[in-house]
């Protein structure tokens, strides 16, 4: 039940770009992508519903593929600040708060 | 506005004990879910809470119990605490309006059974 992310980590220089898939083989309602700073709590980055929409904060694209059931996040132009773990979580229905996330992709970013 | 805030936030109990983390909400979110990090197993949903009842909740065991308040602050115990419930336990709010997508997590108790 718990999706899978790939690739579990990925160093970078500044200003390279780089895809965090994530994949369920269950039916989803929606996607959501997180990122934690070493030692601080998850923050949100970007929710992708069933049907195409999107709401998110940052400047991160990603998409939402349903038949495939595979969400990929896009890091472009990468900046020191994006460094962290990030997480995508998947709900089965829309009134739950119950997020079943994945093991996290380990992102550095080097100057 | 104030965030999520968790207390406490380091705990050290030995096996056997029992403990209890609480978690006081954004303002005006009465959803709250409870999640246990830990370098192996990931972020695990514990269970939710909205409106003082259990609306969802996770694969533990029944030694993991919860409870919120009408002012929709949460609290969560373990007991009988094993070596294995040594993590990062982070709690989350969300409203139920029209942002209701995005939870908002505290800085998490750390918790650490010797």
């Known amino acids: 039940q718990q999706p899978v992310q790939s690739p579990q980590a990925v160093i970078l220089r500044e200003g390279e770009d780089a895809v965090i898939n994530c994949s369920s083989s269950?039916?989803?309602?929606?996607v959501h992508w997180y990122r934690q700073k070493h030692g601080e709590a998850p923050v949100f980055l970007m929710i992708?519903?069933?049907?195409?929409e999107q709401k998110g904060h940052e400047k991160i694209s990603a998409s939402f593929n349903e038949k495939k059931q595979q969400s990929s996040l896009y890091l472009t132009a990468s900046q020191l600040s994006y460094s962290g773990t990030y997480f995508c979580?998947?709900?089965?229905?829309?009134?739950?708060?119950?997020?079943?996330f994945g093991q996290g992709t380990t992102l550095q970013v080097k100057p | 506005k104030a965030g999520v805030t968790q207390t406490p936030r380091y705990l050290i109990k030995t096996r056997g004990q029992q403990v209890t983390l609480s978690c006081s909400p954004i303002?005006?979110?009465?959803?709250v879910s409870w999640y246990q990090q830990t370098p192996g197993q990931g972020l695990q949903f514990l269970f939710e809470?909205?409106?003082?009842?259990?609306?969802n909740k996770g694969n533990f065991p029944g030694r993991f119990s919860g409870r919120q308040f009408s002012n929709s602050r949460s609290e969560m115990n373990v007991s009988t605490l094993e070596l294995g419930d040594s993590a990062l336990y982070l709690c989350?709010?969300?409203?139920?309006?029209?942002?209701?997508?995005?939870?908002?997590f505290g800085p998490g108790t750390r918790l650490t059974v010797l």
């Open positions: 989350a709010s969300r409203t139920e309006g029209r942002q209701q997508w995005e939870q908002f």
């Open positions: 269950k039916a989803l309602y929606s």
């Open positions: 992708l519903l069933k049907g195409g």
């Open positions: 979580g998947l709900k089965g229905s829309s009134n739950t708060g119950k997020l079943i």
């Open positions: 303002s005006g979110h009465r959803s």
């Open positions: 809470y909205f409106s003082e009842t259990q609306r």
